[in-house]
């Protein structure tokens, strides 16, 4: 039999369709903002960020399709945790945390700015309910209404986000791009403090808002539904397809991002002290086109979240339907869609609020689930490594997310000793010692079995 592949326009149609998928709010303001408090030291911070926010996602694609799943993919540390660490995942970055944070991101981005050029007072109140929670309310309406019309069909995507929205929304972001060009707002200042030791690693950890590498986990399942889709149906073939398609997507991720870095760096504090990356955007297209940049902007950040939202709701419904199989994939799409929309209406700063701390807890998890995926030729697949390495992490990544939150923890103190964990690396030594344990323990106890079996049949 033949082998199966996509054509390079399929191909490159669901690349763009991952793409479309991972790149969303946080993809849009941070890398910005990166550039913005980098400065001179930008290219070196955005070395980090790639890392973190294009490569990992990447493997991350690549790790549960050779793995067949993110089930199979956790089952190696254990079945307990093959039923938790998937749900818990699921339930981040979709209704608890990520889909909220796209209705938000894209209020703020789209219907703010619009008010206030056409003079809207949104600070008013109506029979006791503030115009602005009013207003960000039937927004949000109104935006998963769209977003579950486009996900009713997962399928689909590629018709939907690869073919229209996403060459919409890279034509967009070109445009703000070529302006700062032609146009440039001057040249960048030195790092601020935050990027001033260690700007590589700062960026790295920058990338972790992005919470891809933990949609990449996700992801695979509707990806290799749209290769199936384009005819691909053996096995092997969606495999190595689904790979190629994440590569695709990683490349024009590091290419948007840096570009997005290009364009903050030399902002710096003319968007205004403490200005985030929302901010700054707002800065370089009304500096650059006026009304007209803010009204392109606008179009981005509602594309970007847009199609964020409906790969979010796609792959959350798909395993809940399968997994909870009481409800099916569009009544599951429902639930997510209302309960991310009361969510929703806590507002941007809320929910970026929370997100800090759980995505400490929990990111360093996956990153040495994906590493692990690529060592099974050194290792195996057996699970002694993958729980013992999967623990350690775990231990010092909740501490430090607890710590962010504000709170207490017993034993915090101990881990505070650990090399990097100021700087939100306190994981990887004990990654490395509970990947070394899991090689050297079971081989120990397996020859002093082997020596006290070769006593008795000596007796």
């Not at 207490?408 to 100021?422: Q, R």
Request: glycine letters at 12%.
């Amino acid at each position: 039999m033949s082998r199966q592949k996509l054509s390079i326009r399929n191909l490159l149609l669901v690349g763009f369709t991952l793409f479309s998928m991972f790149f969303g709010a946080g993809n849009l303001i941070f890398p910005p903002f990166l550039g913005a408090q980098a400065g001179t030291a930008s290219w070196k911070a955005m070395a980090g960020f790639l890392v973190s926010a294009a490569c990992l996602p990447i493997l991350g694609v690549a790790a549960v399709a050779l793995s067949d799943g993110i089930e199979k993919l956790c089952g190696r540390v254990g079945p307990r945790f093959a039923s938790i660490f998937p749900l818990l995942v699921y339930l981040f970055i979709g209704p608890c945390l990520a889909i909220p944070r796209t209705a938000s991101t894209s209020f703020e981005m789209t219907v703010l700015p619009a008010a206030g050029a056409l003079g809207i007072d949104l600070e008013g109140s109506f029979l006791g309910i503030e115009g602005s929670f009013a207003a960000q309310a039937g927004y949000s309406a109104l935006f998963f209404c769209i977003a579950v019309l486009l996900s009713l069909r997962p399928d689909r995507l590629t018709e939907r986000l690869g073919k229209v929205l996403c060459p919409t929304l890279l034509i967009l972001i070109a445009v703000i791009f070529t302006g700062c060009l032609v146009w440039p707002a001057g040249t960048p200042a030195g790092p601020e403090a935050s990027y001033q030791a260690a700007p590589a690693l700062t960026g790295f950890l920058a990338g972790y808002d992005t919470m891809d590498t933990l949609a990449a986990l996700n992801f695979g399942i509707i990806i290799a539904m749209n290769v199936r889709a384009k005819g691909v149906t053996q096995d092997g073939s969606v495999v190595r397809e689904t790979i190629k398609a994440g590569a695709a997507a990683g490349l024009l991720l590091a290419l948007v991002y840096s570009a997005l870095a290009y364009v903050g760096a030399p902002v710096g504090r003319l968007a205004g002290e403490g200005a985030n990356g929302a901010r700054i955007l707002t800065y370089v297209a009304g500096s650059l086109f006026g009304s007209a940049g803010l009204a392109i902007l606008g179009f981005i950040f509602f594309i970007a979240c847009l199609n964020t939202c409906v790969g979010l709701l796609c792959c959350c419904s798909q395993y809940f339907s399968t997994r909870f199989s009481r409800l099916g994939y569009r009544a599951w799409m429902g639930v997510f869609a209302i309960a991310s929309l009361f969510i929703s209406s806590a507002g941007l700063d809320a929910i970026l609020k929370i997100s800090e701390p759980v995505l400490h807890a929990i990111y360093p998890v996956a990153i040495v689930l994906i590493v692990l995926s690529f060592l099974s030729g050194l290792i195996g697949r057996d699970g002694k490594v993958y729980l013992w390495t999967v623990s350690f992490t775990a231990v010092v990544s909740i501490i430090y997310g607890a710590q962010k939150a504000g709170l207490a923890f017993p034993g915090a103190w101990l881990a505070g000793w650990l090399p990097g964990y100021e700087a939100g690396f306190g994981w990887v030594l004990p990654a490395a010692a509970g990947a070394a344990a899991g090689v050297i323990v079971p081989r120990c106890l397996n020859g002093f079995r082997k020596k006290e079996d070769d006593g008795k049949h000596g007796q």
